[in-house]
């Protein structure tokens, strides 16, 4: 990040609910550091949130921008876990691994560590998540605080770091995986021949290159 979208991305409330159009804070505060975005468009912020932005950039206030949201109470998920199949999507959708559940089994949200982000209510294909008020009349910052934002923050990194560490395994799994039929192709093509044989091996050297590929992506 450069100077002055890390002061911006300081500014914001690191909810991570991609409501200002971006897949996260710090892409909305590159955004907007390189005059790409406008700094009304984060709704968890509100009107306070808006101010903060506009001060760094030495700009005008606006309005919140009412096509990213409205200014709210912060809200907290909950799971009727009567109904919960155990599905795991929320899990993944969750940006502060706030949800805890195994596949198959009962999910349930970790309180303090809920943003309120909503991300995890489209994806549930049963409709058993919830969201509550969880701070009365205080909306924006008045029912946030820096302490929170910085939790928020510090769970979504550790969570990309695991997320990321997770899709290497799995990547490195199938190069493996791919090797080995490669080593031994007609063993694991059933004694194929001719084109057939030609075909399998392209298919599995195929799976070889995006495996490595994935590995190799930057993040």
Do not use: F
Request: glycine fraction near 6%; proline fraction near 6%.
């Amino acid at each position: 990040m450069s100077p002055l979208a890390a002061r911006l991305h300081a500014a914001l409330p690191q909810t991570q609910c991609t409501r200002c159009g971006y897949p996260d804070c710090e892409a909305y505060a590159t955004a907007m550091a390189a005059g790409e975005a406008a700094h009304n468009q984060c709704p968890p912020g509100g009107a306070e949130g808006v101010r903060r932005l506009a001060s760094v950039l030495g700009v005008p206030e606006l309005p919140l921008n009412s096509a990213n949201g409205t200014e709210g109470p912060r809200t907290l998920a909950v799971i009727d876990e009567d109904w919960c199949i155990g599905c795991t999507l929320c899990v993944k959708a969750c940006p502060t691994d706030a949800i805890l559940g195994l596949n198959k089994h009962m999910h349930t949200v970790i309180e303090p560590y809920c943003t309120g982000c909503e991300l995890c209510v489209p994806v549930c294909p049963v409709d058993c998540i919830a969201l509550v008020d969880a701070s009365g009349e205080r909306t924006g910052w008045d029912a946030w605080s820096e302490a929170d934002a910085q939790q928020a923050l510090a769970r979504y990194e550790r969570r990309k770091v695991r997320v990321r560490r997770e899709e290497d395994e799995h990547a490195q799994r199938l190069e493996r995986k791919a090797e080995e039929k490669l080593a031994d192709l007609p063993a694991h093509t059933h004694g194929a021949e001719g084109a057939e044989a030609d075909r399998k091996r392209a298919i599995i050297e195929a799976a070889l290159a995006r495996a490595r590929a994935q590995r190799q992506q930057p993040r």
